[in-house]
């Protein structure tokens, strides 16, 4: 039987709450989904985990429901917090980054302007909505924060303290001055960080620039991370990073 459809819903829900749907809410249940008096959808939010809702009342334009049994309590505290920080690319892969970070369960996402990001101005709100639309599908019960984009310097001192940087570096060569620049695989990265709080960083389809590369090897607690011998782009590098956190450090285990 197909499952009953999932909505993010930001008002606090109870038992025996009584709710009007928004409009977009409204419309999708009963113009896409055809949902009628008596139907059932499935409303969750991250403070009040997931409710069952009976469909009580249809308007031209609204759709009230009742809330009945809990379906799943608010999701606890489970594994580390992961924040994918991302350098904007081409509107379609950076949509993509933001829906492959929601289902691989990033707590947080933040588009990071670099030296050579070519993309500067993003939509929030629409991030947002690829957010909730991709919890929703990935049956999450919290979406992931879409933070303001940052300058990367901005980004880095905002990071929480104790979190580990996986900064994706793809160039294996000197840095500046000739100083060697060490470069692990990420498979031993991830193996000597556990189960921290971590963040990992994705440069833009130019990469990085030599300055920010030293000045991310000279960073505290940050663990610059080879993704194999081959250039990747960045929507695949940060899908790849963030499949390989959730398996080695993540709820995957
Ligand atoms: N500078 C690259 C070049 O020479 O074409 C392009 C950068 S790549 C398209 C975008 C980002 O993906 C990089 O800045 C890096 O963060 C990540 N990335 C790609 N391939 C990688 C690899 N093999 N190892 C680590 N990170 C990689």
Request: hydrophobic content about 40%; aromatic content about 4%.
């Amino acid at each position: 039987m197909p499952t009953s459809p999932r909505l993010h819903i930001e008002s606090r829900l109870a038992g025996g709450k009584s709710l009007t749907l928004d409009e977009d809410a409204s419309n999708y249940l009963a113009r896409v989904l055809r949902l009628g008096l008596g139907g059932e959808a499935r409303l969750f939010n991250a403070e009040d985990g997931e409710w069952l809702a009976r469909i009580d009342a249809v308007s031209s334009r609204r759709i009230v429901v009742t809330l009945s049994e809990n379906l799943r309590p608010p999701p606890q505290a489970a594994g580390a917090p992961l924040t994918l920080l991302f350098a904007p690319v081409k509107k379609d892969q950076t949509d993509m980054i933001v829906e492959k970070a929601t289902e691989l369960g990033a707590t947080s996402i933040r588009p990071v302007l670099t030296e050579r990001t070519q993309t500067r101005t993003v939509r929030l709100d629409r991030f947002r909505k690829i957010a909730i639309e991709a919890a929703e599908q990935t049956e999450r019960l919290d979406v992931p924060g879409i933070a303001e984009p940052a300058l990367l310097p901005r980004a880095l001192a905002d990071l929480p303290a104790g979190t580990a940087l996986i900064f994706c570096d793809e160039t294996a060569g000197p840095l500046p001055g000739g100083t060697a620049a060490t470069v692990k695989p990420i498979r031993e990265v991830l193996a000597s960080l556990g189960r921290r709080p971590a963040a990992i960083l994705v440069g833009p389809e130019g990469g990085f620039t030599a300055f920010e590369r030293a000045a991310l090897h000279g960073r505290a607690d940050t663990h610059p991370s080879s993704l194999g011998p081959r250039i990747l782009r960045a929507e695949t590098a940060a899908i790849s990073a963030m499949v390989l956190w959730q398996s080695a450090c993540g709820d995957w285990g």
